[in-house]
């Protein structure tokens, strides 16, 4: 029988000289890498249970500590990777599906940093923003295309409901229970602050955040857990989940262990039941049956609040939209395949899905063709990075974007793609309470607040040197980009032209 | 009672005439296939004749909906409180997602009856079909209850692929034989007393608006489907 041990990925390097033998680093880690070794008066280290996260680099008091990736390595074999035997060796011991999380993190091609943006010079000459009036504001839902008089011919100004975003940036659905308590109060508070909103994701809404509602989108997606009239009445828009982008067709799964206390409660389901969310809604086999539920929840809140329906970015996604658009959804958003997840099966969220930046070009294109882009607004997200990604994202046709990653790093995230072991030692992605409230709400709301202020004034920079000032006119301004090392097919997708044209 | 001429109106204009009724008690008259009615009212009694639509009673979170005839499908979807009663039959996805409340149907269910029932601390959902039910009944059922007579009808009451993902709540079947295609994660054994004294007090009520005696139900055995586990797809996953 073969030994199954794999090799760490990771190597704990303690600088012996710095170390203090403090124990900060064996309390700091959920996952027990650290122990002191009364025999050697030493702290060592299982390399095996690291993750990289490096909560216990970033509080090590003397500075003594560093993961860096093992050299240790197999035969090189440009096709049989590490990556690839290892995960061989993990199916052919436990007989399990492979499980990650966060977003796909191979190297597809990234579209964003192949679009170049324009500025003005000599003529339409570039606008100061700090000097001049700059709108960031956007509105998100149905636009009127007609013009609606009463009996005395008075204009009826009452449309369609809207939300009022003061800078287009959304923080995207993250569930109570996939993350922490803490994390969505400072989601919460954020998005009060910035005046934009915030995603309860599909699992409830906590009672203390209720409060919030005016700056919160309520997800209905197919397991319905915590839907009820207080919870789609609390919120500024309801988003239906129909799809992820890191997992495209599939199910979300939260295990019956997570389900304790005030996760059990916000769900609204028994402690210790596992929270199955089908793929798909099993009253849902059509755009008519989409917007039977559209419709049904416009009913249950007096059509008072926008209906947004997600989507991931599929092959088909541009008919998909143009269906989801007639379907009297008031906002499409779509989520690519870089989107992030607290767990999916890797091979799902590593093939499956296309990119945002073409789904975006060809749903804005097909919309524009039939007509029917002001029926709806468009939301894109997965893997927003930053200021430069949003203006890219809007001159392809975005009313605004969702970010969900990015808002996670701000409150301390490293990227250690761990979250389904709900070990996270950085209060994020964990319902434990002694790691919960290392992630305090009054400090993780203050840096998203500076992420996206900081965020909003580089729009503004980038907005001024094109002579744009206004989202409402960089929105689907695509001679703003040239794309540079593009194909011909992938320039025509996008709907740009080359750098140089 | 306040009685509303149903026949020519959509279904936003009826929801809204239910809403800004003083009465208690209104009476929907010539119902034709308007969808929603009902959805999300918190009180009041509806009583319906003529066909109602799709998603009637849709995130009902307290009132009663007497529907004299058939429905269609999505009845009760994601209901909270409250209680729709069927003297017909109804179509698919009744009850989807509810939590609490009761929906009685004295004829036969579509398929995905009570599909994704939850229950939730003092809410415990019902759901009793006097008829069969078609395949499907009880997916993912992660609590509640639900009841299929099978009154009038010859062999097993349900359709295929019964309790398929069930992972709470329980299911009785009164029938003298269980389906042949359960799935592993489902349990059945037949009723005990004490089974059968749990649904006594939800079957007498059901009786009693439908004018069903105890001895109606005498002749079937009944069995009750669980889950053996609230975890049925823990194995499944490989950290990687």
């Given at each position: 029988m073969p030994v199954n041990y794999l090799m760490p990925e990771y190597e704990v390097y303690r600088n012996p000289a710095r170390c203090i033998a403090c124990r900060a680093c064996e309390r700091q880690c959920a996952n027990e890498v650290h122990h002191y070794d009364a025999d050697l008066k030493a702290m060592v280290a299982d390399d095996a249970k690291?993750?990289?996260?490096?909560?216990?680099?970033?509080?090590c008091p003397t500075r003594a500590l560093k993961i860096v990736k093992?050299?240790?390595?197999?035969?090189?074999?440009?096709?049989?990777t590490g990556e690839a035997i290892t995960e061989i060796y993990k199916q052919a011991a436990t007989g399990g599906v492979l499980l990650s999380a966060m977003g796909n993190p191979k190297a597809f091609p990234i579209y964003w940093d192949k679009l170049l943006i324009n500025a003005s010079q000599v003529t339409n000459p570039p606008i100061d923003p700090l000097?001049?009036?700059?709108?960031?504001?956007?509105?998100?839902?149905?636009k009127s295309d007609t013009i609606r008089r009463d009996a005395q011919g008075n204009i009826l100004c009452q449309g369609e409901p809207q939300l009022e975003l003061k800078v287009p940036i959304m923080f995207s659905a993250m569930s109570y229970g996939s993350i922490s308590y803490n994390a969505h109060a400072s989601l919460a508070r954020a998005a009060q602050a910035l005046g934009t909103y915030y995603n309860t994701g599909e699992g409830g809404l906590h009672q203390d955040f209720y409060q919030y509602g005016a700056n919160t989108i309520v997800q209905v997606a197919s397991g319905r857990f915590g839907v009820f009239s207080d919870y789609l009445n609390a919120g500024a828009a309801i988003e239906i989940k129909m799809g992820q982008g890191a997992k495209p067709g599939i199910g979300g799964h939260l295990?019956?262990?997570?389900?304790?206390?005030?996760i059990s409660r916000t769900r609204m389901i028994p402690e210790g039941s596992d929270a199955i969310s089908?793929?798909?809604?099993?009253?849902?086999?059509?755009?008519?049956?989409?917007r039977q539920l559209v419709f049904s929840l416009k009913e249950a809140t007096h059509y008072q609040k926008p209906v947004f329906v997600k989507i991931a970015a599929v092959h088909n996604v541009a008919a998909i939209a143009s269906g989801i658009a007639r379907s009297g959804a008031d906002v499409i958003c779509i989520d690519g395949f870089r989107g992030g997840t607290g767990a999916a099966p890797t091979r799902i969220r590593d093939n499956v899905g296309i990119p945002i930046e073409l789904a975006l070009a060809s749903v804005d294109t097909r919309l524009r063709e039939e007509g029917i882009r002001d029926q709806v607004g468009l939301v894109v997200g997965g893997s927003i990075r930053n200021a430069a990604d949003v203006v890219k994202a809007i001159a392809l046709g975005a009313d605004a974007v969702y970010i969900a990653t990015s808002a996670l790093i701000a409150l301390g995230c490293h990227l250690c793609r761990s979250c389904q072991s709900g070990k996270c030692n950085w209060g994020i992605a964990t319902q434990r309470p002694e790691l919960v409230k290392r992630l305090n709400p009054d400090v993780g709301s203050q840096r998203l607040v500076n992420l996206v202020t900081a965020w909003k004034h580089e729009i503004e920079e980038i907005m001024g040197g094109m002579g744009i000032n206004s989202i409402e006119a960089l929105r689907g301004n695509r001679m703003m980009l040239r794309g540079i090392g593009l194909t011909d097919r992938e320039l025509s997708i996008l709907g740009i032209r080359h750098a140089g044209e | 009672m306040l009685t509303i001429q149903a026949s020519s109106r959509g279904y936003r204009e009826l929801n809204e005439a239910i809403t800004a009724a003083q009465d208690?008690?209104?009476?929907?008259?010539?119902?034709?296939?308007?969808?929603?009615?009902?959805a999300g009212l918190s009180e009041k009694s509806l009583t319906i004749h003529g066909i109602p639509g799709n998603a009637l009673g849709a995130y009902l979170d307290g009132a009663r909906i007497h529907v004299c005839g058939n429905a269609q499908d999505a009845t009760g979807d994601t209901m909270n409180d409250g209680q729709i009663i069927i003297d017909g039959s109804c179509g698919d996805a009744a009850g989807y997602a509810m939590r609490g409340g009761r929906i009685y149907i004295r004829g036969n269910a579509g398929y995905r009856a009570g599909i994704h029932m939850k229950a939730y601390q003092e809410k415990l959902p019902v759901m009793v079909i006097g008829g069969r039910a078609g395949s499907?009944?009880?997916?993912?059922?992660?609590?509640?209850?639900?009841?299929?007579?099978?009154?009038?009808?010859?062999?097993?009451?349900?359709?295929?692929?019964?309790?398929?993902?069930m992972h709470g709540g329980r299911i009785y079947l009164r029938t003298a034989s269980l389906p042949a295609d359960l799935p592993s994660q489902v349990a059945a054994r037949q009723a005990e007393p004490a089974d059968l004294e749990a649904i006594a007090p939800i079957l007498e009520d059901y009786g009693r608006h439908f004018g069903l005696a105890a001895q109606d139900l005498e002749g079937k055995p009944f069995y009750v489907l669980e889950p053996n586990t609230q975890n049925p797809y823990h194995q499944l996953y490989t950290p990687n």
């Open positions: 690291c993750v990289n996260c490096h909560r216990c680099v970033s509080l093992s050299d240790h390595t197999f035969r090189e074999n440009a096709n049989w000097r001049e009036p700059m709108e960031t504001r956007t509105f998100l839902g149905k295990p019956g262990a997570k389900i304790v206390g005030d089908p793929a798909p809604h099993h009253d849902i086999y059509s755009i008519e049956d989409l | 208690q008690d209104i009476l929907l008259e010539g119902v034709l296939g308007q969808r929603f009615l009902g499907f009944l009880g997916e993912y059922q992660a609590g509640g209850i639900i009841i299929v007579l099978g009154l009038g009808e010859e062999g097993v009451p349900v359709g295929n692929f019964c309790g398929t993902g």
